[in-house]
């Protein structure tokens, strides 16, 4: 019987993860199907319950479900522990198992798609939501020299760098104002067409500025890029990598991305 999985979402419409999904069973010759299934917002987990009871193998969860969906499973891999977020979840007999593949989605992005090296790199991340907790941890692991955290709300920024500890310094855009070779911006900025307020600074003619936002060339890519930022990436990578990372969770083999990503730019 072909296996039935999904993402969850609200909006979905513009999803590409059927896109990516289909290209990867297609690769790898899983006898699967992935939909796009539109969560009414009150209505997330029913939502899922129905999927199950349909028999759906597993799922991908978007904006605005990732915090529900931790609550939801009931079991948890150490890394959507420490990401307060799940992104991919799996049914079997025991439940729900609730697993983040996005800090790892970007963190292969970084090094095989982008060729860097993240050990002993100073790396500034923007934004201290969701999207910023869930990467920080991966980052961590790859042994940066230094980590900063710059949010609006600088607070925030401080929360997790005491959760997740290892001399992460939190400040404000503002006072981040020293080059770093790698610039991630996690923000909801770009999502609104803003730019943070950063500094020039920041950037040399070896900074790689990412934006985890993809699709479009965003206010803090064309910042980066008009202030000396050697190379400027979208998440379009990361997005693909996530779900890779999701696709060997659930079928136990990891598709190739790089014709994917190719495919899905042109
Ligand atoms: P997500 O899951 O996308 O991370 P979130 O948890 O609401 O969503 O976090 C949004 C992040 O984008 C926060 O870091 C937020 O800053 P605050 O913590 O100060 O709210 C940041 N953000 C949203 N809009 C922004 C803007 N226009 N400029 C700068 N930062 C912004």
Redesign the pocket.
């Known amino acids: 019987m072909t296996d039935r999985y999904a993402v969850f979402g609200h909006p979905i419409a513009h999803s590409k993860s059927p896109q990516i999904h289909a290209a990867f069973a297609r690769q790898t010759g899983q006898d699967m199907t992935y939909e796009a299934i539109l969560a009414p917002l009150d209505g997330f987990a029913e939502c899922v319950a129905q999927f199950m009871a349909a028999d759906g193998r597993g799922a991908n969860v978007t904006v605005p479900f990732k915090e529900e969906a931790y609550k939801l499973a009931q079991r948890l891999s150490p890394r959507a522990q420490r990401a307060g977020a799940v992104n991919t979840l799996s049914f079997d007999a025991d439940g729900i198992l609730g697993d983040n593949t996005d800090g790892a989605g970007l963190v292969a992005d970084l090094t095989r798609n982008l060729h860097q090296t993240l050990g002993g790199k100073r790396i500034l991340l923007l934004?201290?939501?969701?999207?910023?907790r869930g990467v920080i941890e991966p980052l961590l692991d790859q042994q940066p020299a230094a980590f900063v955290i710059a949010?609006?709300?600088v607070s925030?920024a401080q929360e997790l760098a005491d959760l997740f500890g290892h001399g992460i310094t939190a400040c404000s855009f503002e006072a981040a104002d020293t080059p770093f070779d790698i610039v991630i911006n996690?923000?909801?900025?770009s999502l609104?067409g803003?730019l943070?307020p950063l500094s020039p600074r920041i950037f040399t003619d070896n900074t790689l500025a990412y934006d985890m936002m993809y699709g479009r060339d965003t206010p803090f890519l064309s910042f980066a890029r008009t202030n000396g930022a050697s190379a400027t990436s979208d998440g379009l990578g990361m997005l693909i990598e996530q779900a890779a990372e999701a696709f060997f969770v659930w079928r136990g083999e990891r598709p190739e991305t790089a014709a994917v990503i190719a495919a899905l730019r042109s």
Do not use: Q, S, V
């Open positions: 934004g201290a939501g969701g999207a910023a949010n609006r709300t925030r996690a923000t909801a900025a609104a803003e943070p």
